[in-house]
């Protein structure tokens, strides 16, 4: 079982900058796609980003795409979401997540984190 913790999240004014870690003890996170979801209140939960494990293929929702920038250590097993230029409407639970078969799907995603909060204020 991979045990994933996300961090980072936080309340930041529209415009400001956040950074989301996600990280392991006890497994490696190399063999394994990793993604970013996110859910508000009262909306389904959706795709933000996603990384193959070679980091070779990266993946972003229209909706942050060049705003946010998905990245990973292998070598420390974490997993990074810089959030640039953020919009009160990226307010939302952020998740982890780990998987070995796609990128996009939350069906693809085995092992999933309790998430992190993030705010922004207009």
């Known amino acids: 079982q991979v045990q994933l913790v996300e961090s980072g999240g936080g309340l930041v004014q529209a415009g400001g900058s956040l950074r989301l870690s996600c990280a392991t003890s006890?497994?490696?996170?190399?063999?394994?796609?990793m993604g970013w979801f996110r859910q508000a209140p009262g909306n389904e939960r959706e795709f933000v980003s996603a990384?193959?494990?070679?980091?070779?293929?990266?993946r972003y929702a229209d909706a942050v795409k060049g705003r946010f920038t998905i990245s990973r250590d292998n070598a420390k097993n974490t997993l990074f979401l810089q959030m640039n230029s953020l919009k009160p409407e990226d307010t939302a639970v952020y998740y982890c997540a780990a998987g070995s078969v796609g990128l996009m799907w939350e069906n693809d995603y085995h092992y999933w984190g309790q998430g992190t909060q993030v705010t922004v204020s207009s």
């Open positions: 990384i193959a494990w070679s980091g070779a293929n990266t």
């Open positions: 006890g497994h490696t996170l190399s063999g394994y796609n």
